[in-house]
């Protein structure tokens, strides 16, 4: 069965900082492309952070860049997204993708985890 779990959400001041992890199990982690989004209230979900299956290369939102850093573990079938210099507007339900590198209809969600950033 294909399961992914996020964790680490929380509050947090502005300036602060989160690592948030997913664990995934139930298909090949390896040979998928993995990445974040975030869907805030009133708001669509967005893309924030992406790594890929082969060369593990990432990309970002341009509201992200700088202060978020996606990195993956293979071993250990996890992804994480650590999140610096948090503001405000980070503030959202994160969720956990994984999308097959040759299938795309072979794609999963988590469940989310809620960031809250505020004074």
């Known amino acids: 069965q294909v399961e992914l779990v996020e964790s680490g959400g929380g509050s947090v001041q502005p300036g602060g900082s989160l690592r948030l992890s997913c664990a995934a199990s139930?298909?090949?982690?390896?040979?998928?492309?993995l990445g974040w989004y975030r869907q805030a209230p009133g708001k669509e979900r967005e893309l924030v952070a992406s790594?890929?299956?082969?060369?593990?290369?990432?990309a970002y939102a341009d509201s992200v860049k700088g202060r978020f850093t996606i990195s993956r573990d293979n071993a250990k079938n996890t992804v994480y997204l650590q999140m610096n210099s948090l503001k405000p507007e980070d503030t959202a339900v994160y969720y956990c993708?994984?999308?097959?590198?040759?299938?795309?209809?072979?794609?999963?969600w988590g469940k989310g985890t809620l960031v809250t950033v505020s004074l």
């Open positions: 139930g298909f090949s982690f390896s040979r998928y492309a």
């Open positions: 993708n994984a999308v097959h590198w040759v299938y795309s209809d072979r794609n999963y």
């Open positions: 790594i890929f299956s082969v060369s593990s290369s990432s």
